[in-house]
């Protein structure tokens, strides 16, 4: 059974740091594109960052670009998200993803993801 399980969420301070983890089990997915997308309430789900399957291009929401780093770690089967100057506005549910398939373009859209975590709480305070 593939399984993503996001961890480190949690409650910062404005202008603070979380790294998250997305742990894969159950499927290998060095080859596969992984993405982050965050839900604040309210609010649909929207995109935050990717990382293509080969792992040599990154890409990120405007709204993160410059504070946020997407990176994996094949021999871990995980990818992370450095967030770092944390605003308030960054307050969500971060989801993680998995491309449909090894090899494929996921892009910016939930479309292009066919596996996804059960999401980590990641709160900003003023």
């Known amino acids: 059974q593939v399984q993503l399980v996001e961890s480190g969420g949690g409650l910062v301070q404005a202008g603070g740091s979380l790294k998250l983890s997305c742990a894969a089990s159950?499927?290998?997915?060095?080859?596969?594109?992984m993405g982050w997308f965050r839900q604040a309430p309210g609010k649909e789900r929207e995109f935050v960052a990717a990382l293509s399957w080969s792992g040599t291009r990154t890409f990120y929401a405007d709204s993160v670009k410059g504070r946020f780093t997407i990176s994996r770690d094949n021999a871990k089967n995980t990818v992370y998200l450095q967030m770092n100057s944390l605003k308030p506005e960054d307050t969500a549910v971060y989801y993680c993803a998995a491309g449909r398939g090894p090899y494929y373009t996921a892009g910016s859209t939930d479309r292009g993801y066919d596996y996804w975590g059960q999401g980590t709480q990641v709160t900003v305070s003023s």
């Open positions: 159950g499927r290998t997915f060095n080859n596969y594109a």
